[in-house]
């Protein structure tokens, strides 16, 4: 006989009893009286006091793109509260656009105790750093802005004098008037875009996918619903990503949508969607594309179609030897590159799984889930 038949009772009701029983002996005496007392009951509700101030729009300046709807209660001049959407009722078709937990906390940024007001400098920094053991430890001492400035300026001296202006690094976007003043003194070292601009802002137009990153070509939430297989290739919108997006995955994986997550680390995206987790080596998602793709030709058949031929010729160059562009060499083509019909390197399953950290069956299984599934959609992060 189990315990619940013998005693009625289960172990999740046994622990919530102790533990509400625990919580009462630690309370004094006439606080547990108190407590026992049932509360007479309230006919009517206090109203809540009238918000003083006024409500204005304001920016959310965290550089995400997602242009959430931010609004802030200003009183005297100080931001008293923060809401975000909730001019329209919310739904998977009009969902608010609402905003994150980071961008409904900005007042306790722009008031916060420890925001920076004024330069500071290390008390026992020197040109040249000073002693460089003190980082981390040393004290900081208040300085006004002409000699901020002063420092700046005589630092940017010694160093171009001494090893040139390329070992300048000036970041912080492109066209500022800060770069303008470094321009002017001889140049410096630069940055363009964001820290993972590069490698998805141009990328959807060489794949004939609208015009990128403006327009969002691929994939919206409406669209999204309809997918049987999603793939987060890199992908963490519960972490990073503009706007709100991870409530369109939910509204997708409501719909009947399975996930797939291709990432180093299991990530609360992931878990959120119950994704089947591959985890991938960093830094080696070409080679497991290589693989996926090595596998798709392997398997391949009239009988267990994976490939849209037909689309590989109607919209591709440069797939085989029979669509490469006019002048080019046949044998630079892509499937002959994959099979290794002249490099004698074939990315097999078996080849990709040595640097990627994922086993060939594994890449196999990712190839005919996504070559097998009619409605899928690839997303990166």
């Not at 959310?60 to 923060?82: E, I, S, T, Y």
């Not at 009947?256 to 969607?273: C, H, K, N, Q, V």
């Not at 594309?289 to 179609?305: K, T, Y």
């Not at 086993?359 to 959609?377: C, D, M, P």
């Amino acid at each position: 006989m189990s315990d619940r038949q013998k005693t009625g009772v289960t172990r999740r009701s046994f622990l919530k009893w102790t533990s509400a029983a625990s919580a009462m002996a630690a309370l004094p005496l006439s606080r547990q009286l108190h407590a026992a007392t049932p509360a007479p009951a309230q006919t009517t509700p206090a109203a809540a006091p009238a918000a003083k101030g006024q409500w204005k729009p304001v920016a959310c300046w965290h550089n995400c793109g997602g242009r959430c709807v931010n609004k802030a209660l200003v009183a005297d001049g100080v931001v008293v509260r923060q809401k975000t959407d909730d001019v329209v009722a919310d739904s998977p078709d009009f969902p608010q656009q609402r905003g994150c937990l980071r961008g409904r906390s900005q007042r306790k940024q722009v008031f916060g105790a420890d925001r920076l007001k004024y330069p500071m400098k290390r008390k026992n920094w020197a040109p040249g750093g000073g002693d460089k053991t003190l980082r981390g430890r040393d004290q900081w001492v208040r300085i006004n802005w002409d000699e901020a400035l002063d420092i700046v300026a005589s630092e940017t001296k010694r160093i171009t004098g001494q090893y040139g202006n390329e070992s300048l690094w000036v970041t912080g976007g492109n066209g500022t008037d800060f770069q303008s003043v470094f321009s002017a003194a001889g140049g410096f070292t630069g940055d363009w875009g964001t820290t993972s601009w590069g490698a998805w802002f141009e990328t959807p137009a060489h794949l004939g996918l609208l015009e990128g990153f403006y327009t969002f070509g691929t994939n919206d939430r409406f669209d999204m619903r309809n997918s049987q297989l999603i793939v987060m290739w890199g992908a963490n919108p519960a972490w990073s990503s503009p706007g709100s997006p991870t409530y369109n995955y939910y509204q997708a994986k409501k719909a009947g949508a399975r996930f797939i997550s291709i990432d180093p680390s299991y990530t609360a995206t992931a878990e959120l969607m119950d994704a089947d987790w591959y985890p991938i080596n960093p830094g080696t998602d070409h080679a497991l594309a290589l693989g996926i793709m090595h596998a798709l030709l392997e398997m391949d058949s009239p009988e267990n179609p994976l490939i849209d031929w037909e689309f590989l010729r109607r919209c591709t160059v440069g797939f085989d030897e029979s669509n490469m562009p006019a002048g080019a060499d046949p044998k630079k083509n892509f499937k002959d590159y994959l099979l290794g019909t002249y490099t004698g390197k074939p990315t097999t399953p078996e080849w990709a799984a040595d640097i990627c950290g994922i086993s060939a069956s594994e890449i196999r299984s990712l190839a005919r889930q996504i070559g097998g599934t009619q409605r899928v959609a690839l997303l990166t992060g």
